[in-house]
């Protein structure tokens, strides 16, 4: 019912700035949220948002150096990504909810490496 395009991933120095994008082919969804997994771990949560009331979340591990935000005429989600670190390493996905209360679409994952 969607489809998901991130974009934006790349190779940046410790400190430096990324920004994600995730291009949703139409909106049936209101909660999109961005993961990420690194290599040998579990996939985590690092933001979300409620896209009708702009109500934001973010994981402890990133909260002050990302931002999400949204832009309504392109139907696209922004990950904004300040003062990386070599943790910060991972492939990121972005995931809307639709008619369900859990994430069940996804993106391919773009991938994000920091180095020192």
């Known amino acids: 019912q969607v489809q998901l395009v991130e974009s934006g991933g790349g190779l940046v120095q410790a400190g430096g700035s990324l920004r994600l994008s995730c291009a949703a082919s139409?909106?049936?969804?209101?909660?999109v949220g961005w993961f990420r997994q690194a290599p040998g771990k579990d996939r985590e949560f690092v933001a979300s948002m409620v896209w009708s009331s702009g109500l934001t979340s973010y994981a402890d591990s990133v909260k002050g150096r990302f931002t999400i935000s949204r832009d309504n005429a392109k139907n696209t989600v922004y990950l904004q990504m300040n003062s990386l670190k070599r943790e910060d390493t991972a492939v990121y996905y972005c995931a809307v909810k639709v008619n369900l209360n859990v994430y069940n679409y996804w993106g391919q994952g773009t991938q994000v490496t920091v180095s020192s």
């Open positions: 139409r909106r049936t969804f209101n909660t």
